[in-house]
């Protein structure tokens, strides 16, 4: 089912500077998708109008069928689920187990449900020993967890990530690898805005390419990454493991380290 759908869709700031200009975009449910795109591209602003923090000047942006100029931006918060950039924009308890609890209980979840919702949540993000901690006695980049605990918890159907890997170990990286491929097990609709492109392609299927204000290509890694006419016209760099077999003259397009070793291996005519 069709997520969310910007169809023909504009905005700007301020009239002169123009930030997406018909821009027409569908994400499915049971889906992850990476929008990618230099600084400054229209990406955050581009899921700011999925989640009517922004309204268009033109066009139209579905979520779940219903358009959001007709519904009030809590309305849309209930169905899409928004992690800032900046976890520190979103946290405001005292613990971290208030802080995932608040949005389902300001929705009027309680007992029994609210207790599931947070375990779940907890489980997922890795906060489950952690849940009467302070959320500031976690470094910054593990906050992020905390953020994202607290929109599983609302359980929407569509979630937003800002760039949820800047400042992540290896560790983190794969456990937002593994909340991902579970919110998409669950027929959730996830939207990745991120600059690592390495994430993107070891986790994704589809890529969005933003680029001066418009849609510059919409397609699979493999796509994207071996177009070197597209990566430069968008400013954007290839994910490590594809350039080294580029620079190795590969025929295939690995999509992961293993992949890439795999390939090597094989193209040296060794087990
Ligand atoms: N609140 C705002 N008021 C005016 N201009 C803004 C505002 N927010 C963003 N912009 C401008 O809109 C353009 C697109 O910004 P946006 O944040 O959507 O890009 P982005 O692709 O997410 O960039 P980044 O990768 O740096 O986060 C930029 O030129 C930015 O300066």
Redesign the pocket.
């Known amino acids: 089912m069709e997520s969310v759908k910007l169809e023909k869709v504009s905005f700007a700031?301020?009239v002169k500077n123009s930030?997406i200009e018909n821009i027409n975009l569908a994400f499915q449910s049971g889906t992850a998708t990476a929008i990618v795109?230099q600084?400054?591209?229209?990406?955050?602003?581009t899921v700011k109008l999925i989640n009517r923090l922004l309204v268009p000047q033109k066009g139209h942006v579905f979520v779940n069928g219903e358009d959001t100029r007709n519904l009030t931006t809590a309305k849309v918060a209930l169905k899409v689920g928004y992690s800032f950039?900046n976890p520190d924009d979103q946290i405001f308890n005292n613990s971290i187990r208030k802080e995932i609890e608040f949005g389902p209980k300001k929705n009027g979840i309680t007992g029994e449900e609210l207790e599931k919702r947070v375990q779940y949540a907890a489980k997922l993000t890795g906060l489950m020993d952690s849940l009467n901690e302070h959320p500031y006695n976690f470094p910054y980049s593990l906050r992020k967890f905390i953020t994202i605990a607290s929109i599983i918890a609302m359980d929407p159907d569509i979630y937003i990530f800002d760039e949820p890997t800047a400042g992540q170990d290896s560790v983190s990286r794969q456990k937002l690898a593994s909340i991902i491929e579970e919110l998409v097990k669950n027929n959730k609709c996830v939207i990745v805005?991120t600059?690592d492109m390495n994430f993107v392609v070891e986790n994704f299927k589809r890529v969005v390419v933003?680029s001066k204000h418009m849609v510059l290509r919409d397609g699979t890694p493999e796509e994207i990454f071996t177009d070197k006419k597209l990566m430069n016209d968008a400013n954007i760099e290839p994910a490590e493991v594809i350039s080294i077999a580029q620079r190795v003259k590969l025929s295939q397009t690995p999509l992961s380290v293993t992949q890439l070793v795999d390939d090597l291996v094989a193209a040296n005519g060794k087990e």
């Open positions: 700031y301020d930030v795109g600084n400054g591209a229209g990406k955050t602003t950039q805005i600059h933003l």
